[in-house]
């Protein structure tokens, strides 16, 4: 059977044909086609701006900026994430503080997160685990009674729906942001964007992703540009350059074309699995909550609490047949990095119990029926074997 992996993209001729248009024509980047990736985002997700830059770390970080976030300020999120949801903070000078999560969608808690909003907090990071939507409504209600603003980290979650509105849409967050690496929903090899209906966080992620300048003459300090020259533009904040190329967007317009057909075979393979895989002995299956429609960007299932004690030695067994597994995630806190900073080991309950438990099985659009058979069936082998 070979190698199947945990996640991988799905390209075919007519994204190739998109992104060589593009290199063949005036413009390499700052072109039209970042304008055109951005008005298709919004349209798709339901939000009002988009704004593209270089990866979904980029995106996460020009959002905490526009968010205000600086020395000292607090801002809650997820342990069960990818590292970046909680170093674009520390990126502000801030301070990361962890709320567990949910047993169930392995999502952050809201009611862990009311006991850890101080003076300080200025902002909630929820993280879409494997594409199944946070409870929104629940964080956005609390966020607003204490003044917070919310940013989405919705890499996992593009083309997932909360309440029956795509995330994206910002209904009940201040801004949301998504990665385009190769294994997430859609790709553009690396990118990301944030998405907001906000006007004035609008302005601010723009000026932050072309290292803090300003050129619109209506909003420079300067108050009569014609005095100086047509040239001058100002620089009013720091800034980055996390600007992405127009040959990346056009393989963003492809690939976005494209989602729903996606999203439509993630769904499959995930009840596939779940048909062939439930009521087994060995481990629970992911679950979708009535509020949520997952884009499945993992598939994570459980060791049931007898054979958990086992993981490093089933992980290995299913490394050997060809299976891609993977762990996500090793509790952030956990990292070498965080613990210099004074994290503790233990930090959240539920985070760890999940962390010893949790191995993600491949799932991706191109998966053919027969994979997912192999997938199963080594798997329950394995387990057969080692239990
Ligand atoms: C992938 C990912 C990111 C970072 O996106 P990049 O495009 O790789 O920088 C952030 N948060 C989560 C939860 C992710 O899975």
Redesign the pocket.
């Known amino acids: 059977m070979g190698y199947v992996p945990y996640g991988r993209q799905r390209i075919d001729s007519d994204d190739i044909k998109e992104v060589v248009k593009v290199l063949k024509s005036d413009w390499l980047t700052q072109g039209p086609k970042i304008k055109e990736f951005e008005a298709a985002l919004c349209k798709y997700a339901g939000a009002k701006y988009a704004v593209v830059v270089s ?6 970080h020009i959002a905490c900026l526009a968010a205000g976030i600086q020395l000292r300020d607090e801002a809650i999120t997820s342990p069960i ?5 909680a170093n ?1 903070i520390l990126y502000c000078g801030g301070k990361p503080i962890f709320a567990d999560i949910e047993e169930e969608t392995a999502n952050i808690d809201p009611e862990e997160i009311e006991k850890k909003i101080n003076r300080r907090t200025k902002a909630i990071i929820p ?3 494997a594409g199944h939507p946070a409870d929104l409504e629940e964080i956005y209600k609390m966020a607003k009674k204490n003044g917070l603003l919310i940013i989405e ?4 979650a593009l083309g997932a729906e909360y309440k029956g509105s795509k995330i994206g849409s910002c209904e009940y967050s201040d801004m949301a ?5 190769p ?2 929903s859609i790709t553009m090899g ?3 964007a944030v998405l907001t209906n906000n006007k004035d966080l609008y302005g601010k992620l723009l000026m932050f992703r072309n290292h803090g300048i300003m050129k619109s003459h209506s909003k420079l300090r300067v108050k009569n540009q014609k005095l100086i020259g047509d040239w001058y533009y100002e620089m009013q904040e720091l800034g980055f350059n996390y600007r992405i190329t127009d040959f990346q967007c056009a393989l963003g317009i492809s690939q976005l074309k494209k989602l729903d057909k996606f999203i439509q075979r993630r769904r499959e393979i995930a009840s596939i699995y779940e048909r062939g895989l439930k009521n087994n002995d060995y481990f629970n299956l992911p679950q979708e909550k009535n509020y949520a429609k997952s884009s499945w ?1 993992l598939y994570p299932i459980r060791i049931k609490d007898k054979y958990k004690a086992k993981k490093r030695e089933i992980f290995c067994k299913l490394r050997e047949k060809g299976l891609g597994v993977q762990v ?2 090793i509790p952030v806190y956990r990292h070498p990095y965080y613990q210099n900073l004074g994290y503790g080991k233990n930090s959240c309950f539920n985070a760890e119990n999940f962390y010893q438990r949790e191995i993600s099985i491949p799932i991706y659009p191109s998966m053919r029926d027969k994979d997912i058979k192999y997938v199963s069936d080594a798997i329950i082998n394995v387990f057969k074997r080692i239990t």
């Open positions: 990866s979904g770390t980029a995106a996460l994430t990818f590292i970046a949801s674009c993280v879409h685990f980290d919705a890499a996992h942001i998504f990665s385009f690496h294994v997430k690396e990118g990301g960007h996500h995630y």
